[in-house]
Nanobody, 124 residues
Framework: EVQLVDSGGGLVQAGGSLRLSCAAS????????IGWFRQAPGKEREGVSCINNSDGSTYYASSVKGRFTISSDSAKNTVYLQLNSLKPEDTAVYYC?????????????????WGQGTQVTVSS
């Protein structure tokens, strides 16, 4: 059974930082891509970042590039998303997701398995 547990959200002031974690189990971690998505009230789901564990390639949405960093720890089967220089518009529920076929689904949300989501709230 593929299982993803995402955590690390919270309430921070603008300019602050958080580190989100996505702990994976039930599949061969290095064969999968792990993506992060977010959804804010009234907005479409947005693909934020992705790392392809098969080759280490990473991808970022233009809205977060330079502020967020995705990384993977294969020993812990965990992917992290470091959120720096947070802005109020980053407020959303953040979800991690896994897909065997790589990061191509980041734009469409076509990932096979999803975590439960973790709330990030950035105050001004």
């Amino acid at each position: 059974e593929v299982q993803l547990v995402d955590s690390g959200g919270g309430l921070v002031q603008a300019g602050g930082s958080l580190r989100l974690s996505c702990a994976a189990s039930g599949f061969t971690f290095d064969d999968y891509a792990i993506g992060w998505f977010r959804q804010a009230p009234g907005k479409e789901r947005e693909g934020v970042s992705c790392i392809n564990n098969s080759d280490g390639s990473t991808y970022y949405a233009s809205s977060v590039k330079g502020r967020f960093t995705i990384s993977s720890d294969s020993a812990k089967n965990t992917v992290y998303l470091q959120l720096n220089s947070l802005k109020p518009e980053d407020t959303a529920v953040y979800y991690c997701a896994a897909d065997y076929w790589g990061c191509s689904g980041l734009a469409t949300g076509d990932f096979g398995s999803w975590g439960q989501g973790t709330q990030v709230t950035v105050s001004s």
